[in-house]
């Protein structure tokens, strides 16, 4: 049973990661800030901007700078946030190997480091990922200072908000308490996240959607995802998975996909996919300067890039079936920007036009009104989307607090 005094302590908890996190939030975004503007945007009462900027500076996470001179001769101070002293570890998990990266609280990726891992098990691939983490720190000794989260991002589905792996695609159903068991093995704050809906945010924070409050990334790789920001946030829905336009039906005659439906857009739109088709099309002679020991995605784009017929027809049936989804998300969300990731964007020239024309004469005008559709600045930064999940605790204030000692 909850008392009335333990809900108005909660309330009082709450308030304070709400109040700190506005403050803090208002000086990384817009720093160098006064605290009398940190006051006016924030509505907050300057006595209480003043103790938590105190705070925040006896922590280290702000410090004071002086500005420009003021009119009556005094130079006005004002705030900024402080980024090289802490730490976040950012993991991208593959199917067989991860990316392990460290990042400081300005977005700065200090070192990378790639691990095999193994396949065949949870508890394998656990033990595995988290030796990795193990060796990863104790390689970064000599720039390592403060570690105040370790982030994993993962293709599947993910309980965010819960810190459990529900499905991965090679393991299939699983329960993986991923946050809790990183906590327990670390003593660290942990987040996980899916892979592309974390690329979104991260693109929202210092990529190519950093202009605007609501955009739709969307990225082929082995599959086909996307993330949806909505208002400056990872839009989850109940149970933490939106954007599967990889398993929208688009041909209802096409091949089976691993989720069990037929012609997914995910058996068109993916690398395997594309490369897959390509290798077909070659064995039945299709006029072509690609060979089946070259049919990379890389290999395809750069030849379609030349005028290859067989590479500029792979991309353009990709973009078509691709452009019809898009066109689909557009008309329910109505972004203000479309960013497009993946190794296929190397052929941009050909992919976006097509693309182009779906969102020209399937959504509404006013939709693709002024609509930008652009390249992803982040998508070689395969481990950008697990920092920016530490980055979005930092800016409600959840990890914040956590640093705080609140």
Same mark, same amino acid.
């Given at each position: ?15 304070? =990661? %709400?109040?700190? /996190?506005? +403050?803090?939030?208002?000086?990384? #975004? ?5 605290? &009398?503007?940190?006051? *006016?945007?924030? =509505? %907050?009462?300057? /006595?209480? +901007?003043?103790?938590?900027?105190? #705070? ?5 996470? &702000?410090?004071?700078? *002086? ?340």
């Amino acid at each position: 049973m909850v008392t009335g005094k333990q809900t108005q302590i909660g309330n009082i908890d709450l308030v304070k =990661q %709400l109040n700190s /996190a506005a +403050v803090y939030r208002l000086i990384d #975004q817009q720093g160098p800030i006064s605290r &009398i503007r940190v006051a *006016e945007i924030s =509505q %907050l009462a300057p /006595a209480s +901007v003043t103790k938590i900027t105190r #705070q925040l500076i006896e922590r280290g996470l &702000i410090k004071e700078v *002086e500005q420009q001179a003021s009119t009556g001769g005094r130079r006005a101070i004002s705030i900024i946030s402080e980024h090289q002293g802490f730490h976040t570890i950012a993991i991208r998990l593959g199917r067989q190997d991860t990316t392990v990266a460290l990042f400081d609280l300005g977005g700065s990726q200090l070192a990378e480091h790639h691990y095999p891992l193994p396949a065949d098990s949870l508890p394998a691939l656990e033990e595995a990922l988290f030796n990795a983490i193990d060796h990863f720190i104790a390689a970064q000794q000599d720039i390592l200072q403060e570690l105040i989260a370790i982030s994993v991002i993962l293709p599947g589905l993910v309980d965010p908000d819960q810190g459990v792996v529900r499905f991965m695609p090679h393991l299939g159903e699983v329960h993986w308490t991923l946050v809790a068991n990183l906590t327990r093995r670390f003593a660290i704050p942990g987040f996980v996240g899916h892979d592309i809906r974390s690329l979104a945010l991260a693109e929202h924070y210092f990529g190519a959607s950093r202009d605007c409050s609501d955009s739709i990334l969307v990225r082929i790789h082995r599959g086909t995802g996307a993330g949806i920001i909505i208002n400056g946030n990872i839009f989850l829905g109940c149970h933490g998975n939106v954007g599967e336009i990889g398993h929208i039906q688009v041909d209802p005659l096409g091949e089976r996909c691993y989720c069990g439906n037929f012609g997914c857009l995910e058996t068109i739109a993916s690398n395997t996919a594309i490369i897959q088709r390509a290798k077909k099309l070659l064995e039945q002679g299709y006029p072509s300067s690609l060979r089946e020991s070259d049919c990379q995605i890389s290999d395809i784009c750069q030849a379609a890039n030349r005028g290859d017929p067989l590479a500029e027809l792979l991309i353009k049936d990709v973009a078509l079936q691709l452009g019809k989804v898009i066109a689909i998300s557009i008309n329910l969300f109505n972004p203000q920007k479309v960013v497009l990731a993946g190794e296929l964007t190397a052929a941009d020239a050909i992919l976006f036009p097509v693309i182009q024309r779906c969102i020209d004469t399937q959504t509404l005008n006013d939709f693709r009104r002024n609509l930008p559709v652009v390249r992803s600045r982040l998508d070689n930064r395969s481990a950008i989307g697990a920092f920016a999940l530490a980055k979005r605790a930092m800016l409600n204030g959840l990890l914040l607090q956590h640093l705080l000692g609140e």
